[in-house]
């Protein structure tokens, strides 16, 4: 038996519209139709991914991990159902199975696509987009943001500096370089100058026997002593203190080649003749004892003094010569051209005139560093050198 297939209408693309088609065999308009037996109902064709099964009627059997079905906004898998879970000696359930009514598609389940999916004009629209420009026809890449830039502020262009302030800038410098390199030269010139003030100082401290205490009070061996008896017989201590560091060098044990002893270097007869003078037991040997030099020898400078008026250079070349040298001297009138002074220049004695130049020269230092407020210049005597006056303080 034949059955006649119904045929779908055909769109007329020019006017817009549907018009059916007569089949194969059919009467036209002019002939009524035969009338024809009712046609078999059409079996719907199933959906991918669905079959039809007898145990659930005409419906879809939905076929899980099969090919992606078509929902109408694309082709999607459907999820896999929950398998139920067996507890204890319970045996699972078996898995429920979705069956549709003949006829009826699934409904889209909502996604997470574009939105121009869902809409077929915008799809057709892209589509046709694509179509016409090759260059669109693969997918757009996703644009990543740019990232905004902060205009920086363009620094200035510095502005040059003229010549002439250029030159006055390096003059400038020039004369602050200069200026500190001299700087640095008197300050190391001092220094220097310092340390040899320093040096000279401490050198003639220690050449003449003398102590600085930390008040800065200077002191000389046996001070006490020479003090003591200067005045008694009308001395300068300075004068007995150079006397006593030229003999002996403040050393109570010193003996000389003639024989003198003690810190003021008496002779045994003349310290015989002192003791006598003095009313005194006479024993050589006391002459190591400080005290009893001193005596003795301040008792015969203050006699010398008396015997020539004072005289310093006088009173040293009879010290060390004898007062009858000194005598024969000034009767001299090509050693003393006055007849009562003998320049130490015209001393015959080559170590009479040193014992007195030294001793001159050793008088005005004791009275610089020691007594400075009576010092006075030493009638005779040489002037110290130009190393004394800085030494001294």
Known sequence: MQTNTPIPPQRNRRAGRTSPLPATGAPTQDAPAAPQAPAAPVQPTPAPGYSTSPAAGDGLQPLHGSQPIFYGSGYRTPPAPPQPVARGNTPAAPAPVHSMPA????????????RYQDDPLQR?????????????????????????????????????????????????????????????????????????????????LSNYHVTQSDDGTLRV???????????????????????IRNESSFRTTAVSSVGARGLMQMMPDTAEWIAGKLGES???????????????????????????????????????????????????????????????????????????????????VYEKLLYPAEATAVPGAHSAPADFSAACR
């Not at 026809?137 to 500096?161: G, L, S, Y």
């Not at 006088?314 to 320049?343: F, K, M, R």
């Open 103 to 114: 006829g009826i598609r699934p409904r889209a389940t909502p996604s997470a696509q574009p």
């Open 221 to 243: 061996t046996w001070q006490d002593l020479i003090e003591h008896y200067a005045a008694i017989y009308n001395l300068n201590p300075a004068f007995v203190t150079a006397v």
């Open 282 to 364: 006479y024993d050589f040997d006391r002459l190591y004892d400080p005290e009893t030099s001193i005596r003795y020898g301040c008792w015969y400078l203050g006699y010398l003094a008396d015997l020539f008026a004072g005289d310093t250079v006088l009173v040293c070349a009879a010290y060390h010569a004898g007062q009858g040298e000194v005598w024969g001297w000034l009767g001299n009138t090509a050693i003393s051209p006055d007849g009562a002074t003998v320049p130490i220049a015209n001393i015959p004695i080559s170590n009479t005139r040193t014992y007195a130049e030294r001793v001159t020269y050793a008088y005005g």
């Open 124 to 204: 057709r629209a892209e589509r046709s987009r694509y179509q016409d420009d090759p260059q669109q026809r693969r997918a757009p890449k996703p644009v990543k943001p740019k990232p905004v830039d902060v205009p920086e502020r363009k620094a200035a262009k510095p502005r040059r500096t003229p010549a002439w302030l250029r030159t006055v800038l390096t003059l400038a410098f020039i004369g602050v370089l200069a200026l500190g390199t001299l700087a640095l030269v008197i300050m190391a010139d001092m220094r220097t100058t310092e340390k040899a003030r320093q040096q000279a100082w401490a050198d003639l």
